[in-house]
């Protein structure tokens, strides 16, 4: 796998970051998907339950249902949600874990 090697300057010197461009993409992805404060209070909803409809989340979280379908889909892009027949969705906790991971990964500093 190609690695790439990405520099970064701190304060009081300079500090390298070695990752695979292919786990680097990933975790953008899925932190750009986690980013928003509703997609993270979906994510928490969704753990520990088996699945939940639209109409439930949005009750839940106290949204509008017209809203939730943008966020889910991103959720879902990302890897991180599932949607099953019949509009219900749940929480792909492996992924979720995966990303978590990758994420802890990609960006722990190494001196150079």
């Known amino acids: ?3 790439q090697k990405v520099i970064v300057r701190l304060t009081g010197g300079e500090d390298v970051i070695v990752v695979n461009s292919n786990d680097a993409k990933q975790a953008m992805v899925a932190s750009k ?5 509703v997609r993270q209070k979906i994510i928490e909803q969704l753990q520990g339950v088996p ?3 639209l109409d439930q989340l949005a009750e839940v979280l106290r949204i509008p249902k017209g ?3 943008h966020q889910i ?8 949600v599932v949607v099953l027949p019949g509009e219900e969705y749940c929480l ?3 992924k979720l874990s995966q990303v978590q991971s990758l994420v802890n ?8």
Not at 33 to 37: K, N, R, T, V
Not at 73 to 80: E, N, S
């Open 1 to 3: 796998m190609k690695k």
């Open 73 to 80: 889909r991103q959720l879902k892009d990302a890897g991180l």
């Open 33 to 37: 998907a986690i980013q928003s404060p």
């Open 67 to 69: 809203l939730l379908p």
């Open 105 to 112: 990964d990609v960006f722990k500093i190494k001196k150079a």
């Open 51 to 53: 699945t939940m409809k």
């Open 92 to 94: 792909n906790e492996d």
